[in-house]
């Protein structure tokens, strides 16, 4: 740099500290000034669905893969079903659908290591190992996935890098730092929870299914387990706007229910709100009983041998990745009319919803983005207001402070996407809110 050059400098001066495991908790009291609910606050997590309004419909898997820094790859997922729903495009290759899965399972790794950093590191590193492998055998070299295109994906497997992955998984289950399920059918691994959480929700459970009701992270079903019902009830995952009314609409915490009126028929029964999530997709398929956490080694175990199959499978390697006149109706754009798409994925965290609504020249005019967060916040108000009720402010604020009311295995159970859900146990830090509207 010359000597009489100047450089422009910026300054940017910090006035507020910002505490990563912090969570923010409003309280509502009672007239008796004792707290009455305590509701978690989303208002860190705004929603995003508007960016995508007025955006052409072909544009938008390019843009959905940056929408969360801690899960990209399932919003990136969700996307692209959504629009491949949106175009009728119905079928990919087995190829293409191996790869899309081990994506998928490579992100449910490595999100959930870190639930393990605190208790067990080298469990927490193998995971982490196991799961990044998987995502750089599914091309996804760097955290923003550039994988999944409408039609497939964009490039074959490397077989240098799917043995690499074979290798990771393959110590990983032989590790025995992940446990399966007991002889009951109930996760039975290592888990601080198992003693102290009662699972009192009265709402339903949904997870993504296959058409026969069988656990799959990229099914076109959603299953939904009813309280006293032996068998969940399965549903077609285009359903979904029609299903699926938002209480509180457009709001951070939407408090979503699920209705179970006839198809094409006017709402005639009471939605009812439900939970997502590990917890939930046991329920679904009939295991009951297991608390949040060992539920979330359930899917640890589940995701690492579905892995295993996956790299196993020669078809992952084929040639075969993309059903080029798919791609072709695409750019074409040519919609009759509106049409309305949904993708659905069900990540470490849960249910993640995308649905996209296009004019006929492919310009997407609605949007609704539902997260695993936005569905689980009423499941997550009831814990911490079952946990706190009756008690003084003040009593909420010491007994947070000294780790013996629940809130954190409360806020570890619903498992937000915001930092505080990887707290170790005993930094998590509260800040309450009073306030005088109860929602």
Same mark, same amino acid.
């Given at each position: 740099?010359a000597p009489?050059e100047?450089?422009?400098?910026?300054?940017?001066q910090?006035?507020?500290?910002? $505490?990563?495991?912090?969570?923010k908790?409003?309280?509502?009291?009672?007239?008796?000034?004792?707290v009455?609910?305590?509701?978690?606050?989303?208002?860190?997590?705004?929603?995003i669905?508007?960016?995508?309004?007025?955006?052409?419909a072909?544009d938008?898997?390019?843009?959905?893969?940056r929408?969360?820094?801690?899960?990209?790859?399932?919003?990136?997922?969700?996307?692209?079903?959504?629009?491949?729903?949106?175009?009728?495009?119905?079928?990919?290759?087995?190829?293409?659908s191996?790869?899309?899965?081990?994506?998928?399972?490579?992100?449910?790794l490595?999100s959930?290591?870190?639930?393990f950093?605190?208790?067990?590191?080298?469990?927490?590193?193998?995971?982490k190992?196991?799961?990044?492998?998987?995502?750089?055998?599914?091309g996804?070299?760097?955290?923003?996935?550039?994988?999944?295109?409408?039609?497939?994906?964009?490039?074959?497997?490397?077989?240098?890098?799917?043995?690499?992955?074979?290798?990771?998984?393959?110590?990983?289950?032989?590790?025995g730092t992940?446990?399966?399920?007991?002889?009951?059918g109930?996760?039975?691994?290592?888990?601080?929870?198992?003693?102290s959480?009662?699972?009192?929700?009265?709402?339903?459970?949904?997870?993504?299914?296959?058409?026969?009701?069988?656990?799959?992270?990229?099914?076109?079903?959603?299953?939904?387990?009813?309280?006293?019902?032996?068998?969940?009830?399965?549903?077609?995952?285009?359903?979904w706007?029609?299903r699926?009314?938002?209480?509180?609409? *457009? $709001?951070?915490?939407?408090?979503?229910?699920?209705?179970?009126?006839?198809?094409?028929?006017?709402?005639?029964?009471?939605p009812?709100?439900?939970?997502?999530?590990?917890?939930?997709?046991?329920?679904?398929?009939?295991?009951?009983?297991?608390?949040?956490?060992?539920?979330?080694?359930?899917?640890?175990? $589940?995701?690492?041998?579905?892995?295993?199959?996956?790299?196993?499978?020669?078809?992952?390697?084929?040639?075969?990745?993309l059903?080029r006149?798919?791609?072709?109706?695409?750019?074409a754009?040519?919609?009759?009319?509106?049409r309305?798409?949904?993708?659905?994925v069900d990540g470490?965290?849960?249910?993640?919803?995308?649905?996209?609504?296009a004019?006929?020249?492919?310009i997407?005019t609605?949007?609704?983005?539902?997260?695993?967060t936005?569905?689980?916040?009423?499941?997550?108000?009831?814990?911490?207001?079952?946990r706190?009720?009756?008690?003084?402010?003040?009593?909420?604020?010491?007994?947070?402070?000294?780790?013996d009311?629940g809130?954190?295995?409360?806020?570890w159970?619903?498992?937000?996407c915001l930092p505080?859900?990887?707290?170790?146990? *005993?930094?998590?830090?509260?800040?309450?809110?009073?306030?005088s509207?109860?929602?």
């Open positions: 740099m009489s100047k450089v422009s400098v910026e300054q940017i910090l006035d507020e500290l910002v $505490d990563p495991f912090e969570a908790l409003g309280v509502y009291r009672a007239p008796d000034g004792t009455d609910q305590v509701a978690f606050d989303l208002s860190g997590l705004p929603r669905d508007g960016m995508l309004v007025g955006k052409r072909v938008v898997p390019d843009i959905t893969k929408l969360c820094g801690l899960c990209p790859v399932v919003h990136h997922l969700a996307g692209v079903r959504a629009v491949e729903a949106l175009f009728s495009i119905t079928e990919i290759s087995r190829t293409a191996l790869i899309r899965q081990l994506l998928c399972a490579g992100s449910t490595d959930l290591a870190t639930k950093v605190a208790t067990d590191r080298d469990a927490a590193r193998a995971i190992r196991a799961g990044q492998a998987c995502l750089r055998a599914a996804s070299p760097t955290h923003f996935p550039d994988v999944a295109v409408p039609g497939g994906v964009r490039k074959p497997a490397d077989e240098a890098l799917v043995a690499e992955a074979r290798k990771a998984v393959a110590q990983l289950l032989a590790s992940i446990v399966g399920s007991g002889d009951n109930v996760p039975s691994g290592k888990d601080g929870l198992d003693g959480f009662a699972d009192n929700f009265p709402g339903l459970d949904i997870a993504v299914v296959d058409a026969d009701g069988g656990l799959d992270p990229l099914g076109d079903y959603l299953g939904v387990a009813v309280p006293g019902e032996s068998e969940a009830r399965v549903f077609a995952a285009a359903e706007g029609n699926v009314r938002e209480t509180a609409p *457009g $709001d951070a915490a939407p408090r979503p229910a699920f209705d179970f009126s006839p198809a094409n028929a006017p709402c005639t029964q009471q009812r709100f439900y939970r997502v999530g590990p917890i939930a997709r046991l329920a679904v398929v009939g295991r009951r009983g297991a608390s949040p956490a060992a539920a979330q080694e359930q899917l640890l175990a $589940d995701t690492a041998q579905r892995a295993a199959e996956l790299l196993d499978s020669s078809d992952l390697l084929g040639e075969e990745i059903v006149r798919a791609q072709e109706a695409v750019e754009a040519g919609l009759e009319g509106s309305t798409g949904v993708g659905i470490p965290r849960g249910l993640l919803v995308h649905r996209y609504t004019a006929a020249d492919g997407i609605d949007c609704q983005i539902m997260t695993p936005a569905q689980n916040e009423l499941w997550l108000t009831e814990m911490l207001t079952e706190m009720r009756g008690s003084s402010l003040e009593e909420a604020g010491s007994g947070a402070k000294r780790g009311d809130i954190e295995e409360s806020i159970a619903a498992d937000p505080c859900s990887s707290a170790p146990a *005993g930094l998590m830090t509260f800040k309450f809110e009073e306030r509207r109860t929602k």
